[in-house]
């Protein structure tokens, strides 16, 4: 490494770092609520010599608080896909298990955001890369809560019951030992955890958070980040992104703010 690098001036302070290499060249891009104690834990790891010795600079944007570092990083790794960053990385297609309520029974489908919009559309569970990934969740949901094969979709009609009832890992959905009515009940316990919650708002909001006198807004539509506010350029950072489209990410960064309002929430009149 060159001397250009020098921890002892990064701040003390929540935000996001970047490590770049030759021609500026991001390298990691990570974040912590305390920028400089994180560079130097990097610093100490042997596994990260080889990004190390390929850098020659650190460079440092502080935030005003954790939820604006978590944003700025999830959104700065999908646009500059730093060589050494495993996660993170933009998922082409969202899918999810869809449950929809029919008048014989609860059906249950794995979908993609071709055909459903997460953060809208009602009764969407868990969010994958893949459909395959979707059905396999269900699969193994089913194995763990004895539901019906045959009812989850997973397997043809057979009126000798499921492959599952067979092997005594179904509950008897399919040859009337449990009542379809109980069987929905236990499904939709099953998929409880996972559910993809919809925009509670009616349109954009305002998540503030402050340090001091400095205050930051990140807009947020429908669990999409629309970029942040920053009382000390009296402007945004980033507002070219698109503000309607959901993200994973800002989903999983956000669910738990937004649903026990931990931060402050204001709605935005347009
Ligand atoms: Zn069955």
Redesign the pocket.
Known sequence: MTGVLQVSDLPRAPGVYVFHGEGNLPLYIGKSIDIRSRVQSHLRNPDEVRMLSQTRRIEAIETAGEIGALLLESQMIKTQSPLYNQRLRRVKKLCSLQLIDEPDGSKVSWVDDQTVQPGITPDLFGLFSSRKAAKDKLQSLAQQHRL????LGLEPANQR??F??QTKQ?A???TGHESRADHDRRLRDALRDLQVHTWPFAGAVDVVEKRGDWLQKHRIHNWGYAGTWCSKRNDFIDKHLNPTGFDADCYQILLKPVLLQTLEIQSIST
Do not use: F, K, R, S
């Open positions: 019906c094969l045959q009812l019951g499921c599952g009832w179904c008897g959905a399919c």
